[in-house]
T-cell receptor, first 116, second 114 residues
Framework: DAGVTQSPTHLIKTRGQHVTLRCSPI?????VSWYQQVLGQGPQFIFQ???????GRGNFPDRFSARQFPNYSSELNVNALLLGDSALYLC???????????????FGDGTRLSIL | QKEVEQNSGPLSVPEGAIASLNCTYSDRVSQSFFWYRQYSGKSPELIMSIYSNGDKEDGRFTAQLNKASQYVSLLIRDSQPSDSATYLCAVNALSGGGADGLTFGKGTHLIIQP
C-alpha cells in the first residue's frame, strides 16, 4: 500500500510569494496533520484536519492555512512568504483524530521549501 | 506550554551494545507517546508507540513509560550501524480545545560505532 504522498518534493520561492503544498494520506486514513521542521529541531505542529474539519492549530500566524478535501487529501497554503518559512514541511496521516490522539501518525517524505 | 526534552547528543554506542535514549515531558495529561527515527535528509519514521506505564517490546526496541516521573525512554538492543540516526520523542495530550498535534523533542543524534 502507498504511504503518505506529498508534492512537490522541493520548491524555491521568493519573499512575499504564496505557496501551496499537497498531501495524500494513507488509504483509509481520515486525519491529516501538517508540521514544519527547521534544521536541528523537531517538527512543529501547524494544523490537524479530520473529516474535513480543523481539529487543532499550532502557534503559527494567519499566513498559514489549510483545508481537507472529501477524499481526505489536504493542502497547506502559506501567504506572504518570509525567509524564516524555509523549512521541511511534513504531512502525517492517521486513522482518526480523537481526544488524546492515540492513533499513530505516519509521515510523508516532506516538501523542502526554500525562500530566497 | 507543552515541552518535550531530549539530550541532543551525539550519543555514541559501540555496535552490539544497548543504546538508551531518554525523554521527559512537561504536560501531566499527556496520553500517547511515540518514538520516531529520522535519517539525515529524510522524514520521521514511526518505530514505537506506548500508552500505559511499563515496558513495550518490539523486536530489538523497547519503549518504557513512567507517567508519574513524566519520563519515556527507548532502548535499542544489539545496536547496528544502520541504527545511526536522530531519534525523536513525541507526545500527545488530551484534546482540551487546543492543538491536538504531536509535540516533539529536538531529537537525540545516535551514532553506532562499528
Amino acid at each position: 500500500d502507498a504511504g503518505v504522498t506529498q508534492s512537490p518534493t522541493h520548491l524555491i520561492k521568493t519573499r512575499g510569494q504564496h505557496v501551496t503544498l499537497r498531501c495524500s494520506p494513507i488509504s483509509g486514513h481520515k486525519s491529516v496533520s501538517w508540521y514544519q521542521q527547521v534544521l536541528g529541531q523537531g517538527p512543529q505542529f501547524i494544523f490537524q484536519y479530520y473529516e474535513k474539519e480543523e481539529r487543532g492549530r499550532g502557534n503559527f500566524p494567519d499566513r498559514f492555512s489549510a483545508r481537507q478535501f472529501p477524499n481526505y487529501s489536504s493542502e497547506l497554503n502559506v501567504n506572504a512568504l518570509l525567509l524564516g518559512d524555509s523549512a521541511l514541511y511534513l504531512c502525517a496521516s492517521s486513522l482518526s483524530a480523537g481526544p488524546g490522539g492515540n492513533q499513530p501518525q505516519h509521515f510523508g517524505d516532506g516538501t523542502r521549501l526554500s525562500i530566497l | 506550554q507543552k515541552e518535550v526534552e531530549q539530550n541532543s547528543g551525539p550519543l555514541s554506542v559501540p555496535e552490539g551494545a544497548i543504546a538508551s535514549l531518554n525523554c521527559t515531558y512537561s504536560d501531566r495529561v499527556s496520553q500517547s507517546f511515540f518514538w520516531y527515527r529520522q535519517y539525515s535528509g529524510k522524514s520521521p519514521e514511526l518505530i514505537m508507540s506506548i500508552y500505559s506505564n511499563g515496558d513495550k517490546e518490539d523486536g530489538r526496541f523497547t519503549a518504557q513509560l513512567n507517567k508519574a516521573s513524566q519520563y519515556v525512554s527507548l532502548l535499542i538492543r544489539d545496536s547496528q550501524p544502520s541504527d545511526s540516526a536522530t531519534y525523536l520523542c513525541a507526545v500527545n495530550a488530551l484534546s482540551g480545545g487546543g492543538a491536538d498535534g504531536l509535540t516533539f523533542g529536538k531529537g537525540t543524534h545516535l551514532i553506532i560505532q562499528p
